[in-house]
């Protein structure tokens, strides 16, 4: 989390916690729900990143914040495009019209994360950590900045996480949609200083809304013949 090393541990263990029920709930319920419920605690791993990140900086080792950034980074660059329109495209019933929209998606978001993550592997110095207004604030360079704005990139970013859900056949997915939603606007009015720091934090927490539809088996009001 942006705020300091324990609160991001505290944050892991809770969203590792109910990632790891959520899980559980998926594998006795419906297996299609897996995709979806990984996604809490992916959210938790990717604060533990964030502690060590914060670690790094609080005892000056570079070395430690290089690599927490970088298990950060992958999480918020790579898995979020891809790994949000796979789960609604898994979760969403066959012969639906919305799913090659959301395979297409899928597939969009597997190129574009791999092309927003992998360079940094091979060029660690576009990774830039600083602590601003005592939030971690991570700025560099990407390799889309040499093809276009880094705001279009964000834009392409946002689609990707935003739209699959928001056109599922499931209210609560699209509901989770709205949640997205609401984290940016936050993160663009109040949080901007640190804000891909906030907004993985507060879509984190989000994630606890996919531990309700899979606790309470929401999916089954629009399709019990998958969900009964």
Known sequence: MCLSQTVSFAASVFLV?????AVTKAWQINRRY???ALMPLFAGLQQFMEGNVWWGVNTGNPGATLMGALGFIFFTWFMWPFWIPLSSYVLEPNGSRRRPYML???LAGLAFGLALYVPHLTNPE??????NQDSLAYEGTMILDYLMPREL??????ILIIVPPLISTYLHMRWFALTIVAVVVVDILFLRYAYISFFCLLAGLGTLHLIYIIARNKCAREC?????
């Open 126 to 131: 576009w990774i830039q950590v600083t602590v």
């Open 224 to 228: 019990p013949m998958l969900f009964a």
């Open 104 to 106: 297409a998606m899928t």
């Open 153 to 158: 990139t964000y834009v392409i970013y946002l």
């Open 34 to 36: 897996l995709p979806v």
């Open 17 to 21: 916690g109910g990632g790891a029920f």
